[in-house]
């Protein structure tokens, strides 16, 4: 019995409010997850403990390259809701040693924090940006949802265990 590596992002393509931003979008970085954290000290403590308080996340977002400045990214800065990131990971399958796929789809809601014209130049890409500030944020990989993160309706569940349901049924 083997394994599968994830080895390379064969592809991917951005998509927003049914927009497929083929050839355009060229990079994105995904949010980072920093738990906020409490100090908990007290008597029987020897010092402090940063305690994280689960399902609670600081600010997040998501930075969208493109290659040029095109219509394409005014259309995505005025994107409301949902940006969906779809691709395909190249996998090793250690058994075999070959090369296998698996899908890959990133989904995002929230609202368009800041972005960057860019540059002009000769013969050149002007890489503008566009950062998103992330409220939702949803990791499928071959069809099975690993992360879902929904800040508004205290959904916070890792490889399919809902973190807070406990939680949720106590407020």
Known sequence: MGYKIPTV?????????????????????????????????????????????????????????????????????????????RGSMQVLNTATQTNDYESIVVTTKGKVKSFELGSLKKGGKGEPKVVREITYCKVTIGGVSVLELDKFNMIWKLNGVDRLQKVRSQI
């Not at 980072?32 to 409490?38: A, Q, W």
């Not at 402090?48 to 399902?55: F, K």
């Not at 609670?56 to 040029?68: A, P, R």
């Open 9 to 85: 992002l064969n592809n991917f393509n951005t998509y927003g409010a049914g927009h497929k931003y083929i050839g355009v979008s060229s990079e994105t970085t995904l949010p980072s997850f920093e738990y906020m954290t409490e100090t908990i000290e007290g008597a029987g403590i020897s010092g402090e403990i940063e305690e994280a308080v689960e399902g609670s996340f600081g600010s997040m977002e998501t930075e969208t390259s493109f290659q040029n400045i095109g219509r394409e990214l005014f259309d995505f800065i005025t994107q409301t809701g949902m940006v969906t990131y």
